[in-house]
């Protein structure tokens, strides 16, 4: 398999899953009062799409290529890799911190407001870089995984972007300088991507790409149990975010078995 021939549709894969930050501070600025709960349903249905890959193709086709082994020691670096990034980031300014962007209009000191906004914007940058590898990476191998990832990254990236414009908005009255750093927060992704490309197409062997696959499945595993299911369980109905993830593993399931 030549992968050289996916590497457009990877990068642009990446970067719109990445720019779906800006959804969430479009959001922010029309809607008077931003409901995350809304998008709990999505967020069930963004962990059930990737924990079916992860385990379903993407961990399989990895052990098939590397041996179960290897395949195992990669998928558990990815979690690691991706558990480490969390860890680095304070607790405040952890993406995964969605406290209070249900009453925006609770007001605290301008200042204070910014720097909340700016430091969540660089936690999500850092956080968002990995995705940008694990999409990248995930379309070189198999364009139909690449699609799934990336709208499942792009689901999940929406509330993101909500947490870095809300308060930088309501600290300027802004709404320009609130997208602006949701945009700059997006943009990791697909620097990652660009990273992964430079780095990795000269080795990317069958080997290489198999042992990629395996960690991609670690970061989308901890992504899913880490971030998506805690959030959509904090702000929506359990039903509703169970109803997402079968939803989500129902429809990757029947869209594989027709491709």
């Known amino acids: 398999m030549d992968v050289s021939e996916n590497v457009d549709v990877a990068l642009l894969l990446t970067l719109l899953a990445g720019l779906s930050t800006g959804i969430g501070s479009t959001i922010a600025y029309f809607i008077k009062k931003p409901r995350i709960a809304y998008l709990s349903f999505g967020?069930?249905?963004?962990?059930?799409?990737?924990?079916?890959?992860?385990?379903?193709?993407?961990?399989?086709g990895a052990i098939k290529g590397l041996g179960e082994l290897w395949a195992l020691a990669a998928f558990f670096v990815g979690i690691g890799v991706i558990a480490l990034i969390?860890?680095?980031i304070p607790e405040p300014q952890n993406p995964h911190d969605y406290t209070g962007l249900d009453e925006p209009t609770a007001r605290q000191p301008d200042s204070k407001l910014m720097r909340t906004g700016l430091m969540?914007?660089?936690?999500?940058?850092?956080?968002?870089?990995?995705?940008?590898?694990?999409?990248?990476?995930?379309?070189?191998?198999?364009?139909?995984?690449?699609?799934f990832i990336a709208i499942a990254i792009a689901i999940h990236n929406i509330p993101e972007g909500i947490a870095v414009s809300v308060p930088i908005f309501f600290a300027t009255n802004n709404k320009n300088k609130a997208f602006f750093?949701?945009?700059?927060?997006?943009?990791?992704?697909?620097?990652?991507?660009?990273?992964?490309?430079?780095?990795?197409?000269?080795?990317?062997?069958p080997a290489v790409l198999a042992a990629l696959l395996a960690f991609i499945a670690g970061i989308m595993i901890y992504i899913s149990l880490d971030e998506l299911l805690p959030m959509?369980?904090?702000?929506g109905h359990g039903h509703l975010v169970i109803g997402g993830i079968v939803a989500?593993?129902?429809?990757?399931?029947?869209?594989?078995?027709m491709l």
């Open 86 to 88: 969390d860890l680095l």
């Open 120 to 147: 969540t914007a660089l936690a999500i940058g850092i956080h968002n870089f990995p995705e940008g590898l694990a999409t990248f990476a995930a379309a070189l191998g198999d364009v139909r995984f690449g699609i």
């Open 248 to 257: 989500g593993m129902l429809i990757m399931a029947i869209s594989l078995l």
């Open 181 to 205: 750093y949701s945009f700059l927060s997006g943009v990791s992704e697909p620097v990652g991507a660009m990273v992964g490309y430079l780095i990795l197409m000269p080795f990317l062997t």
């Open 232 to 235: 959509a369980h904090r702000y």
């Open 43 to 60: 967020l069930g249905l963004s962990a059930g799409v990737m924990i079916y890959i992860s385990f379903m193709e993407l961990l399989p």
